[in-house]
């Protein structure tokens, strides 16, 4: 998607900012988030000059949904971002839709293979290719046939599970800091009168922090979510690290195409980026949304 940009009235023409700048953000605080609500705070979203996990206040241990249940309430989500999972089907928040599974086929610098991902409520995370590789959350820790995950299995981990838009809004009902920092973004400059979209509505999340898992990988990592403003669906998952001074690391999923099959809303394709650089892609064949299967499913 490259950078965003925020259109901001002045005059006929407007101006554009880029979110790479800083901008004033007025925060709204959610579940004890430590900073008060409707505080004005300077961040930069694309050039962090602190972790976001900063601004956003540190999280506590959670190991379950905040409503002690394994399904989304209706109050679990924030109200501008819960019309957002609706528009996708509304899974994830009763036995009937606790399950959701893909298959297609996964390419990356090794080919192109079969794969198939699996996310099921209250979190439980699968990816597999076949019998030959197996990567797996089963609620504690992720998991592979040979036991620890390698750079190419945290990708997959990263983009492919927990960035996935029905895990982003497990982790949202699961507890966390969460901001909401405005809509009408695009990633494309200037003031043109002839741009009508897309736009999106942008969001910063940092989850709260679970035993078993390490701060910065999959599942714990501070996120910024990209919200088609046309469609309601999630356009983006951003992930954006520094490496040193005025250095950074940036992580896209992007998730593209999507199509509707019974009543549901899936990503036909799937794309991480490595500071622009495409690391690996997904593309859907079939989408199904169902009843939970065993936990025991979860394990490599």
Known sequence: ??????????????????????KKIFETC???????????????????????ACLLGQAQTTTWLTNGTAYIGPTDLPQSLAPSLQ??????????????????SITDSNGTRAAAIVIQAPGYLAYREGSTRAITYNGSQFSTLSGSLSTSDEQVAESLLA??????????????????????????????????GPYWTLWAFSPKSRAGLTRGQALQQEIFIAVNEQTGLIDEVRVVTNTAPKVQNVIETQFNKWAQS??????????????????????????VVGVATAISSFQP
């Open 1 to 22: 998607m490259g950078r965003w940009y925020e259109r901001r009235k002045r005059g006929a023409g407007g101006e554009m900012r880029t979110l790479t700048r800083f």
């Open 30 to 52: 959610h579940r004890g988030s430590p900073l008060p609500a409707r505080r004005m705070v300077a961040a930069a979203v694309l050039s962090l000059t602190l972790p976001l």
């Open 87 to 104: 528009v996708m089907g509304s899974r994830m928040t009763g036995a009937t839709t606790a399950l959701m599974s893909l298959t297609g």
């Open 163 to 196: 960035h996935f838009p029905d895990t982003v809004f497990l982790q949202f009902a699961a507890g966390g800091g969460w901001r909401r920092i405005g809509n009408r973004f695009r990633n494309v400059a200037g003031n043109s009168p002839t741009y009508t």
């Open 262 to 287: 019974g009543g549901q809303w899936f990503p036909g394709q799937i794309v991480r980026l490595e500071n622009g650089k495409q690391v690996l892609s997904f593309q859907m064949q079939t989408g």
